[in-house]
């Protein structure tokens, strides 16, 4: 099988590149052919001998138009647009640029965004996929002790994030006297200060490799979705804790609807309704090493079982065989 994804070419520290490059690495591995492209110049060439095409909302929508048509005046491929990040719902202006007409369907981030696509009219087929943790990257690291308290990526960003990071991450730590590192960008000399006062020190952001040995070497680590995207996209969560909970780090999380079920609230991770709910469960994890095991152990298990590349690949797979009218164990084989 020859897959061909077009996407913006993602850097090495970019989160939101890491579900991908490890669905292109499973395929790889799985003796399947794969080019990523970040651009069509000659899509006779490029698609010749192609079976299935991927096109991620990062690419701009004529070129999206252009492969469409393409496979309309050639076919024998199947052709799948994928809403990385539920744009359908967080830029539903832009995403109505798109004409999907000729694709085949779209796969959503999330059961909200594959229904948006249908009820827009925007496709007639969708299916949800979630994103995952790439595995091959994404591991605990044996024989690494715990130095600091607390580690967060992310970036400051606007005032509605400033709120939520001081209910979630600042007061909480400060209270604690909590010592760790926060590491992203669009910090200003006034929110490094903020942060110092809270025992925090803002670092560079990470390369996806190193974020492995960053999370071992901290006792645990925050989740705080944006509180606009969780009222949009609700059981999406970001790729964010399936990679830390990949890594074997305790995860807390501020509120987000789990309304899919991806994973076991208060067995697979701490969930925190304010800074005082916060603050305990930091408590709780630092003190106390036998709840912080089984936090880990639980997220891994839950990672290992249900969200992993691997286990997405045989969902496109399966969404593959339905394409072609085959038994899907066909397609896997």
């Not at 994928?82 to 832009?94: F, K, S, V």
């Not at 909200?112 to 925007?122: N, Q, S, T």
């Not at 492995?212 to 996209?233: E, G, K, M, Q, S």
């Not at 991806?262 to 304010?274: G, I």
């Amino acid at each position: 099988m020859r897959a061909v994804i077009f996407t913006r070419s993602p850097g090495s520290g970019d989160r939101g590149g890491t579900f991908m490059r490890g669905v292109v690495a499973e395929l790889v591995e799985r003796g399947f052919e794969v080019k990523v492209l970040t651009e069509g110049l000659s899509l006779d060439i490029e698609l010749e001998g192609t079976d299935l095409v991927l096109v991620a909302e990062r690419i701009e929508p004529e070129l999206a138009r252009r492969i469409g048509r393409h496979r309309a005046r050639h076919g024998g491929y199947r052709l799948l647009f994928h809403d990385t990040r539920g744009r359908a719902l967080t830029a539903p202006e832009a995403m109505a640029r798109y004409d999907l007409g000729d694709y085949d369907g779209v796969l959503a981030p999330g059961e909200v965004v594959r229904r948006a696509y249908l009820e827009r009219g925007w496709a007639g087929r969708a299916w949800t996929w979630h994103e995952a943790a790439d595995t091959r990257v994404f591991r605990p690291i044996e024989g690494v002790e715990p130095e600091a308290d607390l580690v967060w990526l992310g970036d400051w960003g606007d005032r509605e994030r400033r709120a939520e990071l001081d209910e979630f991450l600042l007061r909480p730590a400060r209270r604690l006297r909590l010592h760790g590192s926060v590491h992203g960008d669009r910090f200003s000399r006034r929110a490094r200060l903020r942060l110092r006062l809270s025992g925090l020190r803002n670092r560079e952001p990470v390369p996806a490799s190193d974020l492995p040995a960053l999370y071992a070497r901290h006792r645990l680590t925050v989740h705080i979705p944006r509180r606009r995207f969780v009222d949009a996209l609700p059981g999406i969560p970001t790729i964010r804790p399936f990679e830390a909970m990949a890594c074997g780090i305790p995860l807390i999380s501020s509120p987000w609807d789990d309304c899919e079920g991806l994973f076991r609230v208060e067995r697979d991770y701490l969930l925190a309704r304010d800074a005082a709910e916060t603050r305990e469960a930091m408590q709780a994890i630092v003190e106390y090493p036998e709840l912080a095991a089984k936090l880990r152990e639980s997220g891994l298990e839950t990672i290992r079982a249900r969200h992993t590349c691997a286990h997405r690949v045989d969902e496109l797979l399966a969404i593959d065989a339905e394409l072609r009218g085959l038994p899907a164990v066909e397609a896997l084989g």
